[in-house]
Nanobody, 128 residues
Framework: QLVESGGGLVQPGGSLRLSCVVSGLTLDDYAIGWFRRAPGKGQEGHQGVACIDNMGGRDIYADSVKGRFTVSEDNAKNTVYLQMNSLKSEDTAVYYC????????????????????WGQGTQVTVSS
């Protein structure tokens, strides 16, 4: 089970930190990715916006969030975070965390089709 929290309303330029608490799976065996669905749109290209690298290397970010979003994990708490800074109106979306087995390898990271476990989502609204 994956449960997201931390969403809310924030002004442009502001920050939010999302959390994804994982139960029934361990972060030693599963890598987490963050995806989003904007109002009236499908999931952003079926690509994650920020994903933990399956092999423990450099994490993966969509071009639209590079330099602004940071994904991190706390294995002791079995929780993954998404720190979002310099938020823009176009970041408004429902954000989902998802898990895939690390054994799938780096090539599968951030590819939505390879994630078999999904949370229910948390709404992020960026507006003045």
């Amino acid at each position: 089970q994956l449960v997201e929290s931390g969403g809310g309303l924030v002004q442009p330029g502001g920050s939010l930190r999302l959390s994804c608490v994982v139960s029934g799976l361990t972060l030693d065996d599963y890598a987490i990715g963050w995806f989003r669905r904007a109002p009236g749109k499908g999931q952003e290209g079926h690509q994650g916006v920020a994903c933990i690298d399956n092999m423990g290397g450099r994490d993966i970010y969509a071009d639209s969030v590079k330099g602004r979003f940071t994904v991190s994990e706390d294995n002791a708490k079995n929780t993954v975070y998404l720190q979002m800074n310099s938020l823009k109106s176009e970041d408004t979306a429902v954000y989902y965390c998802a898990a895939q087995p690390r054994k799938y390898g780096r090539g599968a990271a951030c590819q939505g089709i390879h994630y078999g476990y999904w949370g229910q989502g948390t709404q992020v609204t960026v507006s003045s």
